[in-house]
């Protein structure tokens, strides 16, 4: 394909580039593109919720039924995140069954929101061993322009976090109430570019980058997940570094999620 | 389809021949169109109408994924309509089912009837439709959004492709169905419109309807798809036009 052509081109460029602590759009080594979000964005959904990072753009639904727990967490509900790379937001995506890097980015994610314990399970069990809520976040990417997990994981946070359980339309309490969320965890994703390591990398930086590294933080100053991905190394101290950088972003994407907008 | 905990019929016409939702029966539901909504599409459109959310991307002319489809004379048309989990009452089982499959194809038929794919052999036009947020009549605003992202994209055609349901509701023939409407009413038919020609490249029916109901719908739908027409080339005016210097075009 013709992109992959002109990714070499661009790839010693972006490199270059970062050997003088340049990006090609201009950013600093630690800034992020503008991140926007936008609550309540599908109707039929119990909560939503449009997330931006720069021109990526990633929708989440939450969607809450009644089912049976689990055998063996008969006191527990459940809750399943699951994201889709549909070949509307991108050349590179094709029809089909999930890709490897699909499945990457629906598992980084679910793990990070199940680590967290963003939601507490106990609290959507209805009668224990025969009905609890299943709540599902499904996420849809519409453009990718880079950094996949990172608006995944935020447009998926900010639906839970304005989510109502339809209690009513159930049939199981005379109102709706919210979702009770009781983490806010936060991906922050990282690449290495020759000996700069960026942060929120483009479609581009992502082609050229040499190691990736997605950090999820939450609130209370846990690191709750990470992953290493694509061909490349970090170093520990590497590894230090873009924790620290992750928790001052997270706080600040936190943010973004709870007040809805940037 | 089918909401948790669905009652009785709804009351569907008021006896001063409003509808549900305040309508009168040869009234669309508010729609609006932004041609070029995505970055990494050749041509994109998001299409609200009514309670509906629907994003259209398309590719190419590129290269035929899979190959074997390959034709030497013209372009394969490719259309997947696609529903969100999210965007039904009921969480919808991810993926494409039977029913998409057949809206996909009947879709991807309509194109290919306006498109010159002759112009580009051995390529392929692929067009994605995901409707994000669902309330009836959903083919037709995919369709709308589909072809105002070919146009944006370049693709040579004949005509855009307006499309409209109309149906009949308490025994009326009803322009643009909302959800309760296409649940309860009596018949559902979606169509689209090569305004040029007059010709429709799409059409659909699921119900019942008498002969003459079916000649008042039909006429009921063209004139529909030429009100939507105007919005669609509103909507690619809005992004290719150049401005006043120091003011916008509304």
């Not at chain 1, 039924?65 to 094709?94: H, Q």
């Not at chain 2, 394969?76 to 919808?92: G, H, L, W």
């Not at chain 2, 580009?120 to 995919?142: H, K």
């Not at chain 2, 008042?216 to 036009?241: F, H, N, P, Q, W």
Request: aromatic share 4%; net charge negative.
């Amino acid at each position: 394909m013709s992109e992959e052509v002109t990714a070499e081109i661009l790839t010693s460029h972006i490199l270059e580039l970062a050997q003088s602590g340049k990006r090609l759009d201009g950013r600093g080594a630690d800034e992020y593109r503008p991140i926007s979000v936008e609550p309540g964005f599908v109707a039929t959904a119990d909560g939503s919720a449009l997330a931006r990072i720069g021109d990526t753009a990633v929708l989440s639904g939450v969607k809450l039924e009644l089912g049976k727990p689990f055998p063996d967490t008969p006191n527990a509900g459940v809750l399943t995140t699951n994201a889709e790379l549909v070949p509307l937001s991108s050349p590179t995506f094709e029809p089909g069954p999930p890709t490897p890097r699909a499945i990457e980015v629906s598992r980084v994610v679910d793990r990070s929101i199940r680590a967290a314990e963003t939601i507490d399970l106990t609290k959507l069990c209805v009668t224990p061993g025969e009905k609890t809520w299943v709540c599902y976040a499904d996420i849809h990417v519409l453009d990718h322009s880079g950094n996949l997990i990172d608006a995944a994981q935020l447009a998926a946070v900010t639906a839970l976090l304005h989510a109502t359980v339809p209690a009513k339309r159930f049939g199981v309490a005379d109102a709706d109430y919210p979702l009770d969320v009781q983490h806010v965890p936060i991906e922050c994703t990282f690449v290495r570019l020759g000996d700069t390591i960026v942060v929120d990398p483009t479609f581009d930086e992502e082609l050229a980058a040499q190691g990736r590294l997605t950090i999820a933080t939450d609130e209370v100053a846990r690191v709750v997940a990470m992953q290493k991905g694509l061909v490349g190394a970090f170093s520990p101290e590497d590894v230090k570094d873009c924790v620290r950088r992750a928790f001052v972003h997270g706080d600040r994407m936190r943010a973004i999620a709870r007040g809805g907008s940037a | 389809m089918g909401s948790v905990g669905a009652k009785d019929v709804p009351v569907l016409l008021s006896p001063d021949g409003l509808r549900i939702d305040g309508r009168r029966l040869d009234e669309l539901r508010p729609i609006t169109i932004r041609a070029g909504a995505l970055r990494q599409a050749d041509g994109s459109a998001f299409v609200e109408w009514g309670m509906n959310k629907v994003m259209a991307a398309v590719y190419g002319p590129r290269e035929v994924h899979p190959r074997h489809l390959q034709q030497n004379n013209k372009a394969v048309i490719q259309c997947r309509y696609n529903m969100a989990a999210f965007s039904v009452d009921e969480r919808k089982r991810p993926g494409l089912d039977r029913r998409s499959q057949e809206i996909s194809k009947v879709i991807g038929e309509a194109f290919d009837s306006v498109v010159f794919a002759e112009e580009f052999p051995r390529t392929s036009i692929d067009v994605y439709i995901e409707v994000l947020q669902a309330n009836a009549g959903t083919r037709c605003a995919g369709l709308v959004a589909a072809s105002v992202a070919l146009a944006d994209a370049g693709i040579p055609m004949v005509d855009l492709l307006p499309a409209v349901a109309v149906g009949k509701v308490a025994g009326a023939i009803a322009l643009d169905l909302k959800k309760e409407e296409d649940n309860f009413g009596e018949a559902d038919l979606p169509m689209a419109l090569v305004p040029q020609s007059g010709r429709l490249v799409l059409l659909q029916m699921e119900g019942h309807m008498t002969e003459p109901e079916l000649s008042k719908a039909l006429d009921l739908g063209v004139t529909g798809c030429r009100a939507i027409y105007e919005k669609m080339k509103a909507a690619l005016r809005d992004r290719y036009s150049v401005g006043p210097v120091g003011g916008s075009s509304a």
